[in-house]
């Protein structure tokens, strides 16, 4: 099966530094990857879609210069919190859509647990 | 914008009993995938059913689509411990392969 990586899983920093995320596609290439965020007990909130080679397409009400995303290419895509306060403490999950095969099917990765202090 | 809302939002059975969850969109769909997460992990996909379908089976799982009533629902039979979980249902609404997810249910399953 597909494998998506997340890295890291845990992530505790101060408030006011800036935080990066990874999602690698293993053993697939993904023009589209996802990015969710998520608060305990509660479902994904989609926050961007990232496309490989263009910049993302971020959902209303997330604010672009606070989320950084890049894909840079078809394996990767990373999510950047800069300036991070404690109300971006979250659980962040990143997803990839195969560009090669049945394309509705999406993988996540594991998730990152960012506490913001 | 969360497009779905499941119920129950939390559901515990005894270990063999049947378990149904139910999920209700708003919009309409290409499609409607059933999803498995373990806490604090990532998601894993369970099982896909088109818009022009109205029953599909996976093993234990048994997912039906009414999209008249934009409503769906997911059954596992004879569960097992190892089933307990939160399970969310996410809707396909367009042609761009997003997902957009229900609130889920928290799934426990007592041995």
């Known amino acids: 099966g597909a494998v998506v990586s997340q890295h890291p899983s845990r992530v505790i920093c101060k408030s006011g530094t800036s935080v990066k995320i990874e999602c690698r596609s293993l053993?697939?290439?993904?023009?589209?990857m996802f990015w969710y965020r998520q608060f305990p007990k509660q479902s994904l909130m989609l926050m961007a879609t990232s496309n490989e080679g263009s910049k993302a397409t971020y959902e209303q009400g997330v604010e672009k210069d606070k989320f950084l995303i890049n894909h840079a290419s078809l394996t990767l895509s990373t999510l950047t919190v800069t300036s991070a306060h404690p109300e971006d403490s979250s659980f962040y999950i990143c997803?990839?859509?195969?560009?090669?095969?049945?394309?509705?099917?999406?993988?996540f990765g594991s998730g990152t647990q960012l506490s913001v202090l | 914008s969360q497009q779905g809302e499941e119920d129950p939002q939390a559901l515990s059975i005894q270990e063999g009993e049947n378990a149904t969850m139910n999920c209700s969109y708003k919009?309409?769909?290409?499609?409607l995938q059933w999803y498995r997460q373990n806490s604090g992990r990532g998601l894993v996909h369970l099982i896909l059913?088109?818009?022009?379908?109205r029953e599909k089976h996976s093993g234990r799982l048994r997912v039906t689509l009414d999209t008249s009533k934009k409503s769906s629902s997911l059954l596992i039979t004879a569960s097992r411990a190892a089933d307990t979980a939160s399970y969310f249902c996410?809707?396909?609404?367009?042609?761009?392969?997003?997902?957009?997810f229900g609130s889920g249910t928290r799934l426990l399953v007592r041995p």
């Open positions: 053993d697939f290439q993904a023009t589209t």
């Open positions: 919009t309409s769909i290409n499609n």
């Open positions: 996410a809707t396909g609404p367009d042609s761009s392969y997003k997902l957009i």
């Open positions: 997803s990839a859509r195969p560009s090669d095969r049945g394309r509705e099917k999406l993988f």
């Open positions: 059913i088109r818009s022009n379908e």
